[in-house]
């Protein structure tokens, strides 16, 4: 997926493991570790014209689920992959606040990114 390429390039060293459509079980409950989790939410058709669509919209929801004692700045973080998404020519749609899940008590943060590609 480009989502996991762009992500790979940008050699984040707080970035521990990187998974597409699902997490392991055995990732699930590891909080020892700062992972990402990329899952594509949308292929619609775009950009109408002469009766057809023109483009495509594809859109990931990409999780951070940072580790138990964090120490680095999440603010930082999130203003880095913002913007190398941007630079990669991806929107960013919606980004959430980071929450603490109730489970793990690790933080965990939200993106939703959207491209539209010409066909």
Same mark, same amino acid.
């Given at each position: 997926?480009?989502?996991?390429?762009?992500?790979?390039?940008?050699?984040?060293?707080?970035?521990?493991?990187?998974?597409?459509?699902?997490?392991?079980?055995?990732?699930?409950?590891?909080?020892?570790?700062?992972?990402?989790?990329?899952?594509?939410?949308?292929?619609?058709?775009?950009?109408?014209?002469?009766?057809?669509?023109?483009?495509?919209?594809?859109?990931?929801?990409?999780?951070?689920?940072? &580790?138990?004692?964090?120490?680095?700045?999440? %603010?930082?973080?999130? +203003?880095? *992959?913002?913007? $190398?998404?941007?630079? =990669? /020519?991806?929107?960013?749609?919606?980004? &959430?606040?980071?929450?603490?899940?109730?489970? %793990?008590?690790?933080? +965990?943060? *939200?993106?939703? $990114?959207?491209?539209? =590609? /010409?066909?």
């Amino acid at each position: 997926m480009e989502i996991q390429k762009i992500l790979q390039v940008g050699n984040f060293d707080w970035l521990n493991k990187l998974y597409t459509n699902y997490l392991p079980t055995k990732a699930q409950s590891d909080t020892s570790q700062t992972i990402g989790l990329i899952i594509p939410y949308k292929d619609a058709p775009d950009r109408y014209g002469n009766d057809t669509f023109n483009a495509i919209k594809n859109g990931i929801r990409l999780t951070i689920f940072y &580790k138990l004692g964090f120490k680095g700045s999440m %603010t930082q973080i999130n +203003i880095d *992959v913002m913007q $190398l998404m941007i630079k =990669n /020519h991806w929107r960013i749609a919606d980004s &959430k606040s980071i929450y603490p899940d109730p489970d %793990t008590k690790q933080s +965990i943060k *939200v993106f939703y $990114l959207e491209k539209i =590609n /010409h066909i």
